[in-house]
T-cell receptor, first 113, second 113 residues
Framework: GNSVTQMEGPVTLSEEAFLTINCTYT??????LFWYVQYPGEGLQLLLK?????DKGSNKGFEATYRKETTSFHLEKGSVQVSDSAVYFC????????????FGEGTQLTVNP | DTAVSQTPKYLVTQMGNDKSIKCEQN?????MYWYKQDSKKFLKIMFS???????INETVPNRFSPKSPDKAHLNLHINSLELGDSAVYFC????????????FGQGTRLTVV
């Protein structure tokens, strides 16, 4: 089956620190890869995505590269801000799975000033 | 002009009651979903409809019954509520296709007492 494994949280960083959240997946097929972010009290919103091997998705200073050989899509940001505090979800999408998104467990990030 | 809107945002009810959560999207999407988020933030798909037709029905107790009167609406009715039903329920919508972004509502926090 399809599954996503994310680095366990919670993650606590100081402002301007470097962030990495690891994500690996297993999939029967060629998935599209996503990172979603959930701010407190809100629904999920798309942060970035990549659709094929070696594609890099980027948004708001966050980046992730589709690594087919290691089935990974690690999220990085060079300098985090307090406003980045949220829960981050890695997800895969396969058209053959009824268009569903399969999510990782989510990683809670807290950035302290 | 919220893209995906759910009502109510909060729902507190007693065990054994029946309740409904409503969802509407104004994006013109063909596919709508219900996800359940537990207390550890884990997201699991419950149902998916494409053009009013049920296409995903995960292992969900039959006390949960989705209804899609038209492709812009997907409601969730829950009978005989149990303590374990307490969670945040998210509605989402997307267009079929590769790498399509899902748009989420703000969630309905259901508390069964």
């Amino acid at each position: 089956g399809n599954s996503v494994t994310q680095m366990e949280g919670p993650v606590t960083l100081s402002e301007e620190a470097f962030l990495t959240i690891n994500c690996t997946y297993t999939a029967t097929g060629y998935p599209s890869l996503f990172w979603y972010v959930q701010y407190p009290g809100e629904g999920l919103q798309l942060l970035l995505k990549a659709t094929k091997a070696d594609d890099k998705g980027s948004n708001k200073g966050f980046e992730a590269t589709y690594r087919k050989e290691t089935t990974s899509f690690h999220l990085e940001k060079g300098s985090v801000q307090v406003s980045d505090s949220a829960v981050y979800f890695c997800a895969i999408h396969l058209e053959t799975s009824g268009s569903r998104l399969t999510f990782g467990e989510g990683t809670q990030l807290t950035v302290n000033p | 002009d919220t893209a995906v809107s759910q009502t109510p945002k909060y729902l507190v009810t007693q065990m054994g009651n029946d309740k409904s959560i409503k969802c509407e999207q104004n994006l013109g999407h063909d596919t709508m979903y219900w996800y359940k988020q537990d207390s550890k933030k884990f997201l699991k798909i419950m149902f998916s409809y494409n053009n009013k037709e049920l296409i995903i029905n995960e292992t969900v107790p039959n006390r949960f019954s989705p209804k899609s009167p038209d492709k812009a609406h997907l409601n969730l009715h829950i009978n005989s509520l149990e303590l374990g039903d307490s969670a945040v329920y998210f509605c989402a919508s997307s267009q079929p296709g590769r790498a399509t972004e899902a748009f989420f509502g703000q969630g309905t926090r259901l508390t069964v007492v």
